[in-house]
């Protein structure tokens, strides 16, 4: 397994999360929760292979760790603002424009919207904080392999063939890549989330700005 597979897993990553339709009121209390089960699983250790692979695996446990912590952060986010999400369940029908002349009539609400989009700016910079790590990261172990590479390719030789004299089914090398392939799913996912609720926040700041922009002309 080359380092690149990294550079390359860590790019779709990326590429993934810029495509996510999902809702951001459809049944997100039980992906968040399912998320949560997930990240408990995988956000612990992983299995030592060759040096190439551990080098990635200990990357992407990095990332998968400070992912799920900024899905906790959102998870509690939305928990303490129940009143804004039954809100917006309540008038999902209706178009963003229509939504927001509704907000805007109710001072209580918009108040409590706005609260609620400060306390998530906090985490959409995080979360932005998070891709740049992700590409800082495959860059990082990218230049490690090139310094090293006749080294870690003894080494890996060496631990392949161990792996290899195990009396095994999955041996350490096919373990650590479905470890790794579990993770960035995680990521991107727990990524995914925070995504489309920036989505609806910037919609719904665009629709309001629009109805203003109709009401000064």
Same mark, same amino acid.
């Given at each position: 397994m080359k380092i690149k597979t990294l *550079? !390359?897993? &860590?790019?779709?990553l990326l590429l993934s999360a810029c495509t996510s339709t999902v809702g951001v009121w459809d049944d997100r209390d039980e992906i968040l929760n399912e998320l949560a089960n997930? /990240?408990?699983? $995988? *956000?612990?250790?992983?299995?030592?292979?060759?040096?190439? !692979?551990?080098?990635?695996?200990?990357? =992407? &446990?990095? !990332?998968?760790?400070? +992912? /799920?912590? =900024? @899905? *906790? +952060?959102?998870?509690? !986010?939305?928990?303490? $603002? @129940?009143?804004?999400e039954q809100f917006f369940a309540m008038h999902n029908d209706l178009s963003n424009e229509e939504v927001a002349e509704? &907000?805007?009539?109710?001072?209580?609400? +918009?108040? @409590?919207f706005n609260q609620y989009t400060a306390a998530q700016d906090k985490i959409f910079s995080e979360n932005l904080e998070l891709a740049i790590q992700l590409g800082v990261q495959a860059a990082e172990v990218g230049l490690l392999y090139a310094e090293n590479a006749q080294q870690i390719a003894i080494l890996e030789a060496a631990a392949i063939l161990n792996n290899a004299i195990e009396d095994s089914e999955e041996n350490n090398t096919a373990i650590a890549a479905k470890e790794m392939k579990e993770r960035v799913d995680l990521i991107a996912e727990s990524n995914n989330l925070i995504l489309a609720e920036k989505r609806f926040i910037d919609d719904m700041k665009a629709a309001d700005a629009a109805i203003k922009e109709r009401m000064d002309g």
């Open positions: *550079s !390359i897993a &860590l790019g779709s997930r /990240c408990a699983e $995988h *956000s612990e250790t992983y299995t030592s292979a060759t040096p190439t !692979i551990d080098t990635g695996s200990r990357a =992407v &446990l990095t !990332i998968v760790q400070r +992912q /799920c912590a =900024v @899905k *906790s +952060q959102y998870r509690n !986010i939305r928990a303490n $603002h @129940k009143d804004v509704r &907000l805007a009539s109710n001072p209580e609400m +918009q108040a @409590k």
